[in-house]
């Protein structure tokens, strides 16, 4: 499937496949202003930390894809406005502000030229955030392949596929590649509550390729764990910390807990623009919260009463110590920790 993208730019206007309405419908969202691209990720119409940079860095191009070619001064003001707008969005992927201060350095860095070629420049930079993101998931999936043994029954969590990156994926990309080599991969996946990523992403895109996937409730985890059906862990990650801690979305914490009982190993995916070397541990990372209405409805119907007091944090984090590897496009870091990751990231 892997046609399908969760973000691109086509014609001067940033196209997002709307994640709300899958699986049940494919609505692909023409997008021709930043404030548009800034719903889509607040609302998680795309989603998945490297999409969320990448849909950011594009949303930072329409800002001012159809400005003012003289007004120097306006359209400096209209990026430097954007890409502090796209900040606020979601404050926990380290993806969507690294790819911003990736257009605001090209911006400073290209001032003194015509604004039709600053313009040009931050359009290539948003196009090679997405491609680099493809390019290194496809490392991510040779590195991660060559981890598992030729048959492996996989647990993974929420959606780190094709969906939520360039392509390919990170925690799915090495699903796909491991398939590619000639692997037996089965795949659990559970269904993330409170906003069913799994159950509603990450069943469709591998079904779409005819990956053997089965659906679990998240408080199945530890029952296929204890029966044995389990042979690794491997999930995404909004935020790396320095120590190798990782956020990632609400439940990974908890698989982690319930991976080191049932001495499975628990393997985290993601790319070097997840890692963050200026947060010294998880405790440092911000956790979004949500709305209370994510937790209290399922869709459009309430499933609790409409005033009950709820706890909405989107991610959690996961302590090194419980993880067995982080695999990166550079490589694999066995047992993460702050030494270890230092010495890798220089
Ligand atoms: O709230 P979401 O759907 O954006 O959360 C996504 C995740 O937690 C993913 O696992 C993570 O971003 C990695 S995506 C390659």
Not at 20 to 40: F, G, M, N, Q, R
Not at 97 to 116: C, D, H, I, Y
Not at 189 to 195: A, C, K, M, Q, S
Request: hydrophobic residues 45%; contains cysteine.
């Amino acid at each position: 499937m892997e046609e399908l993208h969760a973000v691109q730019w086509h014609d001067g206007k940033v196209r997002i496949l709307d994640q709300t309405k899958l699986p049940e419908e494919l609505v692909l969202l023409e997008i021709s202003d930043y404030y548009a691209v800034v719903d889509a990720i607040k609302s998680l119409a795309v989603r998945g930390a490297p999409a969320i940079g990448i849909a950011a860095a594009f949303g930072v191009v329409l800002s001012v894809w159809n400005a003012d070619e003289v007004d120097r001064a306006a359209f400096i003001e209209s990026v430097n406005k954007a890409i502090e707008e796209l900040k606020s969005t979601r404050p926990t992927a380290k993806n969507l502000f690294g790819a911003l201060e990736r257009m605001r350095k090209v911006l400073s860095q290209n001032l003194s030229r015509p604004l039709r070629e600053i313009k040009s420049a931050l359009l290539r930079t948003a196009q090679s955030i997405l491609n680099e993101d493809l390019e290194n998931c496809k490392k991510i999936g040779e590195m991660g392949a060559a981890l598992l043994p030729v048959r492996a029954n996989i647990l993974t969590h929420c959606n780190a596929g094709l969906l939520a990156t360039g392509g390919h994926g990170t925690a799915l990309g090495i699903v796909r590649t491991a398939i590619e080599k000639g692997k037996k991969i089965k795949v659990y996946v559970d269904e993330t509550r409170p906003l069913l990523q799994g159950a509603r992403l990450t069943t469709f895109e591998l079904l779409e390729d005819g990956i053997d996937v089965t659906l679990i409730t998240d408080s199945m985890a530890a029952f296929v764990m204890q029966k044995g059906l389990i042979n690794v862990v491997i999930v995404g990650a909004d935020r790396i910390a320095r120590n190798g801690d990782v956020a990632n979305k609400i439940g990974t914490y908890g698989l982690a807990v319930l991976a080191k009982e049932h001495k499975i190993p628990f393997v985290v995916a993601a790319p070097l623009s997840t890692f963050d070397p200026d947060i010294a541990s998880g405790d440092h990372i911000i956790i979004e919260e949500r709305h209370p209405d994510e937790v209290r409805k399922i869709g459009d119907r309430f499933i609790a009463p409409e005033d009950v007091e709820v706890l909405n944090p989107a991610f959690d984090v996961t302590p090194h110590h419980l993880i067995s590897a982080i695999v990166s496009e550079r490589g694999v870091i066995k047992f993460p920790n702050e030494n270890a990751l230092t010495e890798w990231l220089k």
